[in-house]
């Protein structure tokens, strides 16, 4: 086996392995080194490569898994012992240095730290954090403090002396790099007169939902903060809570009810002086009870008017209307007089005479409807006892269908700004109508009259009402985002509308424009009720922006503002390396290398090539080309020192940057000679005569011929291949098959397969020969089963027979 093999670097995506040869060389030349790894999960070795070299640095491997590797020599009798690593590898390294380090406190003794996290651990997790100090006259970093956390304070400090500090992360690989306080600190007590300044004076939270206050202050030492509601100390709850921290005091609130509404002061007091603050809070909801008791005035036989006070409780925003409501006394039904009472007042028409009534009144703001408070009950009859009777027969005969069924009803309306009334049914058989194509905005008063066949009666009047929406259109969108594009389509994402107008959102509307158009046009024929829609048919290299907007009940709201045009393009990556890096020719200071397009071009074409060099015994690469790189697939690097070894290896480079290197395998010497052999090192080309032979109910028999072309190193072995045909991928069979021909056994029968094989030798594995039609795994019946003659005549004999046991 290899000796002293050894771990020479890990990082948080590579390892780098060195070995010496075996002390036992087999009695043969060392050919090649087979370099191998494991994931801990697995029971399995895969090989990495095979080299010629001492050591071997393996990328890219997953950051944070735990792998174990080994070495195998090989000559030409075989392959010899593993030289494994003994304990399991992580692949992390030292963690990057911790973020920003500021000053939370200073006092005569002490200072308080706080930094931030690193921005990777380097795969492996902090332990701990070590905080250094360095006095003003000295040149010496003292440790001071170990913690887990991201905040510490360094105590015993001398009063007035200046210190610097440093804070430095560290994980099971080692310790980062120091982070530097920006600057020192001197160690003494500050003195911050106490200041308090709210964002905002006034909050407003709806009922039912939480609200969250912050309030910056400032102080040392730190003062006592004092909260109060309404001039009495504020009791903290499991729904009210205060909470303080060095630069800010917190008041929460959650689920609130309307008592919470108030004005709260905010008092800060340190040993230097004292400040307040107020702030109001707001509570939204729907309104108190109209303040009564309701007064009735102008009382007669048909009408009464209604007087009342506004609510003490508004709910936080203004009373838009009330409803006025009437009860006759001898029934339990509830009947609307009025749903758009603007003023504190109304007249109520069309009462029976002698009937007595009861009214109901409750106020209404955007968030609902009050409680309702009644009336006294009230008789509808003029105040005067000798005129009651007689007009009490009057109307009540007036009240009746006038001895004959009512056969309809007609209906009228007018706008209050009109003298004319318009006629919207004149056959109406129901006591309900729904009146429809009236002006938003407008006011109107409607009447019904009942006909029988004396005629149409006396008309009812409606109180005047205004046209208008419940609901409100919703605001725009929000977050709108653009993802997976694409050269013909692109994703719209966004999330839902701050305010939805008091109504559902029913859909959203998608729309884009074309930078070289000025027209938007609508994506999305259907509503769209997802947050994210794939927009398509776009025009390839073409520049788009996109606006969406909300709708609901009331409309289409308002859109968003337009995100940054986009191109519709087909994603793009940097280059794949180049293939077939060679050395052509060398001279005693020179070395010219040739090289073919890579086969993966990242999307974009390739723009040039950049090759770099550096000495076998160094990691620093030298970049021989221009920045940019040279056109050609082929290169001279000169001004070489004569007999010393140098790695080569070439990039591809296109527009997003430079690729994957390939480098040229083994190490390569300046040397000047007269004739020049060059022998072209690749992999194998494909075996030849590949054919089936001997197919099976469950196996076949693989038989070819080694490759014409053995690309300058023997054959090794062969990889032999399957796959069914309701697949897409090959699995392995055997990948050390040594032999022209291969046993395939296991396969199942009746299944359609393909076939393939690839040579390998010491640079790699080949191209495939596979199976130019698919193999179906069968052979021939078994025979049939008992036949009998079933007919015979004097020219015929007709037979049956049973079927075979296996087709």
Known sequence: MPANFAIKEITKNSVTLTWEPPILDGGSKIKQYHVEKRESTRKVYSP???????????????????????????????????????????????????????????T???????????????????????????????????????????????????QGEEYQFRVIAVNSKGKSDSRLLANPVVVKDLVIEPDIRPKLTQYSVQVGYDLKIEVPIAGHPKPVITWTKDGAALKQTTRINVVDSARNTHLTIKEATKYDGGLYSINITNMHGSKDATIEVITLDKPGPPTGPIKMDDISAES??????????????????YVVQKRDTTTTNWVVVSATVARNTLKVTNLKTGAEYQFRICAENRYGKSYAIDSEPVLAQYPFKDAIFGYHIERKEKNTDGGSSISHYVIQKRETSRLAWTVVASDCGATMFKVTKLLMGNEYIFRVMAVNKFGTGEPLESAPVIMRNQFVTPGPPQELEIANIARDSMTVCWTRPEVDGGSDIAGYIVEKRDRAGIRWTKCNKRRVTDLRFRVTGLTEDHEYEFRLSAENAAGVGQPTEPTPYTKACDPTFEPGPPTNAHVVDTSKNSITLAWSRPIYDGGVDIQGYAVEICKADEDEWTLCTPPTGVNATSFKITKLTEHQEYKVQVCAINKLGIGEPAEILGTVKPVDSAFVSVKVLDTPGAPVNFTVKDIKKNSVNLVWEPPLIDGGARVKHYFVEKRESTRKAYSNISNKCTRNSFHVGDLNEGVIYYFRVMAENEYGVGLAAETAEPVKTSEVPLPVGKVTLTEVTKT????????????
């Open 796 to 807: 015929t004999a007709s037979m049956a027979w049973e079927k075979p046991d296996h087709d």
């Open 48 to 106: 990495v490569t095979t080299c010629h070299k001492m050591s071997w640095k393996i990328e890219p491997l997953v950051e944070g898994s735990i792998y174990f590797f080994r070495v195998l020599a090989e000559n030409e009798w075989g392959i010899g012992l593993p030289a494994e690593t003994p304990e399991p590898l992580k692949i992390s390294e030292v963690p990057q240095p911790p973020g920003k380090v500021t000053v939370l406190d200073v």
């Open 304 to 321: 009464v008017t209604l007087t009342w006070e506004p609510p003490s409780y508004t709910g936080g925003c203004p009373i838009s209307n």
């Open 108 to 158: 005569r003794n002490s200072v308080s730290l706080k930094w931030e996290k690193p921005d990777h651990d380097g795969g492996s997790r902090i332990s701990h954090y070590e905080i250094e100090m360095q006095s003003k006259d000295s040149d010496k970093w003292t440790l001071c403090a170990q913690c887990k956390y991201l905040e510490t304070t360094v105590t015993s400090l001398a």
